[in-house]
């Protein structure tokens, strides 16, 4: 009986879960200095919190949340088509993609 | 229970792929280990009901954004090792003490009453095809549109990008 409340997955766990997720991608972002990396960082990122509102919206009984989520994801397909562009520009003109090396507008 | 034992699986997979991405050197690992956590996240979306959702999620992460990161880890040549070196003092100290009480705050906000409010009544969620394009094309359709204008500016701005490089770099040869 105890094994088995405990064994209940609610949609707590996976906003704990989300929330795991959240700071691994933003220490990506922190720590890391290859942009390639950055960007994964800020996609894992917006994944995490879209399994927050597929969780919410399960556990609040509303379709929003997988709404919302497709909302989420043309806006992260979006970012990643212009970004990376602008990585492949800078990369050509720099040869590097360590964000280290793009220090032109520092006064 | 199912769910208990799926949610452990890719659970761990998920922050294993996470940390993986961060921790490699390799760029292609870093891709590796976030297409391990995306699919983890897949899972989830199933095993809370959300079908379509996830159907589309594999399709766009797997499908086409991770293509395109390997493509450009690809056509940028850095599959190679990089040396993690730090120029700023105290950045890797500051930044994980930060996340440490960042993570620890998201987790006690989620313990509170705002977040595990009162279950409203209703249907339980089944996030078919038909139930998701019932809401989008009703009440969200503005924003649906909109998100098709954004597509359109992202795809103008990509082949402006290369368009105007182009141009660029034909001046500079014509200049030297």
Known sequence: MIVASWCTVTPGWYMALAAVLFVIGASGMLLRRNALVMFMSVELMLNAVNLSFVAAGRELNVIEGQVSVFFVMVVAAAEVVVGLAIIVMVFRRRSTASVDELSDLRG | MVEFVLFVIFGIAAIYGGVTMVWARNPVYSAMGLMLTL??????????????????????????????????????????????????????????????????????????????????????????????????????????????????????????????????????????
């Open chain 2, 39 to 176: 699919f983890s996240v897949a899972v989830f979306y199933v095993s809370n009901a959300g079908h379509f959702v996830a159907a589309v999620h594999v399709i766009v992460y797997a499908g086409a954004v991770m293509t395109l990161f390997l493509f450009v880890i690809m056509l940028i040549g850095v599959d190679r090792a990089e040396d993690f070196s730090e120029n700023l003092p105290l950045q890797r100290t500051l930044s994980l003490v930060l996340l440490a009480l960042f993570g620890a705050a998201v987790l006690v906000a989620g313990r509170l009453d705002w977040a595990n409010g009162p279950h409203t009544t209703g249907d339980p969620v089944n996030g078919t095809v038909e139930a998701i394009g019932d809401e989008l094309f009703r009440r969200w359709l503005l924003p649906f549109e909109m998100t098709a204008l954004l597509l359109i500016i992202a795809a103008a701005g990509t082949v402006a990008l290369a368009h105007f490089r182009r141009s660029q770099e034909e001046e500079e040869e014509e200049a030297s």
